[in-house]
């Protein structure tokens, strides 16, 4: 490469001439490479790599009076599902070329209202996930910031929702073909919206098909969480347990270790998420597989449609509600079993009565 090459800026047209593909083709490949098929998606971005490619971010960040920057604020940072969201709205940011602030609100909804109020001015929009905050503090928020909320759905402040309801009956579909006839949830956070969207979509699931179902906690969602949640299961003469999610079912396969409670042959025991350790704890972990990742990379979008950063086609499709859905599905591993002969689990007292939802 000459002088000249080198110090004239390497456009989309130069990665076009270089991969043999349409301009627009790579103008999408570094601005959402999910829909663009992945070969090509990879020639482009190692192009760009090559060329030295560099998004031209502040240049329309003078003339537009944008930061483009983005806050997402998460929960608890070391909560692996959060991992995947991070990845994903990172992934997303940095191929419109716009960046990402990233706080941890540590599950406090005063510490998520100081964070939303520090970065007015700081940042062009918010992704809020897992919100501690009422939905009428989060509309109050999306007055003043561009705002998009990941598994809540605040009336008139667009959403992400994560099926978890969906998995949870399929959970429940799963454990009654294997003969269990009563199914303890394990309950996270009272401040949790999703928890009692489970809770609610446990309760349905076990009416149709003539279930019991209980309810213990609240717990915090940690995996030392689930030494007293397991003690309770055990307590309650459980033989069937969906967790609120994997790090308090993880605890519990531990406790029950410790315990000589075997799983899933005198408890089967439920997850959610299915984060990173699912697949290789001891068992490995029955668990409800979302797609976090890409809920992350839907919420940055839904977002850059509303800043008009994207193209409109580019803009997910929203339901009626201002939601956008993505599926789960249950992945079946080794913490699932047929229910144990009556009288031969683990129990020390009466499973407790149902709560009402």
């Given at each position: ?111 998520e209202t100081a964070a939303l109020t520090a970065i007015a001015g700081k940042a062009d929009g918010v992704v809020l996930t897992a919100s501690r905050l009422s939905d009428a503090q989060i509309a109050r928020f999306a007055e003043r910031t561009p705002l998009v909320v990941l598994n ?206």
């Amino acid at each position: 490469m000459n002088e000249l090459e080198r110090t004239r800026r390497v456009t989309i047209r130069d990665i076009a001439d270089a991969t043999g593909v349409a301009v627009s083709t790579v103008s999408r490949a570094l601005s959402l490479p999910d829909r663009v098929n992945q070969a090509t998606q990879q020639r482009i971005q190692q192009a760009a790599r090559e060329l030295g490619y560099v998004p031209n971010s502040q240049a329309r960040a003078l003339t537009s009076g944008r930061t483009r920057a983005v806050a997402v604020l998460v929960s608890d940072i070391t909560n692996p599902f959060y991992f995947d969201v991070i990845r994903g709205t990172q992934h997303q940011l940095a191929a419109a070329g716009w960046t990402q602030l990233l706080v941890d609100t540590e599950e406090s909804a005063e510490a998520e209202t100081a964070a939303l109020t520090a970065i007015a001015g700081k940042a062009d929009g918010v992704v809020l996930t897992a919100s501690r905050l009422s939905d009428a503090q989060i509309a109050r928020f999306a007055e003043r910031t561009p705002l998009v909320v990941l598994n809540r759905r605040p009336a008139g402040v667009p959403s992400v929702l994560i099926d978890t309801p969906g998995g949870v009956e399929q959970a429940v579909q799963h454990l009654a073909s294997l003969g269990h006839r009563e199914i303890l949830y394990v309950a996270g956070p009272d401040s949790s919206w999703s928890n009692e969207r489970r809770w609610k979509a446990l309760v349905r699931s076990g009416r149709r098909l003539g279930l019991r179902v209980a309810r213990i906690g609240p717990h915090a969602p940690f995996v030392d969480s689930g030494a007293a949640a397991a003690d309770a299961a055990v307590h309650a003469g459980a033989t069937a347990c969906i967790a609120f999610n994997d790090l308090i079912a993880i605890g519990m396969l531990t406790r029950l270790r410790e315990r000589g409670v075997r799983v899933p042959q005198d408890m089967s025991i439920v997850g959610c998420d299915d984060i990173f350790g699912a697949d290789f704890c001891n068992p490995p972990l029955t668990t409800m597989t979302s797609p976090i990742e890409r809920a992350g990379r839907v919420a940055v979008r839904m977002l850059l449609g509303r800043l008009d950063a994207i193209p409109a086609d580019d803009v997910p499709t929203e339901q009626p509600n201002g939601a956008v859905a993505l599926p789960t599905h249950l992945t079946v591993r080794e913490s699932t079993g047929p229910a144990p002969e009556p009288g031969t689990a683990p129990a020390s007292a009466p499973t407790p009565a149902p709560r009402s939802a």
